[in-house]
């Protein structure tokens, strides 16, 4: 079975520092893995996708994420915070079992921007 | 390109009482999921439905249930409402569904039950 684990339930960066959101999957074959972000009272959107071609996958607003296969990882990344990140993280795995699609959400991280 | 629009944006009910909300997928999109987002329990899956049929359903009662139409928007119904279905209700739309498939996000409904 397909699932997801977010390692931190609150991150606090300090404006201008780097930004990582932990995420672990499990996964019985090579799996689709997404970010998604919710800003307060908004919708998801979608930061970035993993789909198999490269690793090192780029997203919106300077984001990237690490696929890591011997480390069952996709941690998020942002070189440098800004107060517009502050918001809650999704980290998700899609999941194709008895044909069947679905989407399975982790709990979320929410990332404090600190001035 | 016009995303994913949900209606209505707010709403309040009383327990009891049933609610109907709605959501139009993106052009060219043919599946629409249903989520309930409520305080402290992260996003639960509830329906999806793909060309008019539903396809999967999560871990809900009969008294949540919905419908695609064949323009692909959707209803989601909640009968019988209860306080505890205070949440913010997201429908998201996609194309056909692979493993590698996005989704794509509404702003949602929040569901206030008094």
């Known amino acids: 079975a397909q699932s997801v684990t977010q390692l931190d339930s609150h991150v606090s960066v300090s404006e201008g520092t780097p930004v990582l959101l932990r995420c672990n999957y499990s996964?019985?074959?090579?799996?689709?893995l997404f970010w998604y972000v919710q800003h307060p009272n908004k919708g998801l959107q979608l930061l970035l996708k993993?789909?198999?071609?490269?690793?090192l996958v780029k997203g919106i607003n300077g984001f990237e994420a690490e696929f890591k296969k011997s480390e069952t990882s996709f941690h998020l990344t942002k070189p440098s915070a800004h107060m517009s990140d502050a918001a809650e993280y999704f980290c998700?795995?899609?999941?194709?079992?008895?044909?069947?699609?679905?989407?399975?959400f982790g709990s979320g991280t929410r990332l404090l921007v600190r001035p | 390109e016009a995303g994913v629009t949900q209606s209505p944006t707010h709403l309040i009910k009383t327990r009891g009482q049933q609610v109907t909300l709605r959501c139009s997928p993106i052009?060219?999109?043919?599946?629409v999921y249903w989520y309930q987002q409520a305080l402290g329990l992260g996003l639960q899956f509830l329906l999806w439905?793909?060309?008019?049929?539903?396809?999967n359903r999560g871990n809900f009662p009969p008294r949540f249930s919905g419908r695609q139409f064949p323009n692909y928007s959707s209803e989601l119904n909640v009968n019988a409402l209860e306080l505890e279905d205070s949440a913010l209700y997201l429908c998201?739309?996609?194309?056909?569904?692979?493993?590698?498939?996005?989704?794509?996000f509404g702003q949602g409904t929040r569901l206030t039950v008094v």
């Open positions: 998201a739309s996609s194309r056909k569904p692979r493993m590698n498939t996005e989704a794509f």
């Open positions: 996964s019985s074959y090579s799996p689709s």
């Open positions: 993993y789909t198999s071609a490269a690793t």
């Open positions: 998700v795995v899609s999941t194709a079992e008895d044909s069947s699609y679905k989407l399975i």
């Open positions: 052009s060219g999109h043919t599946s």
């Open positions: 439905y793909d060309e008019g049929e539903e396809r």
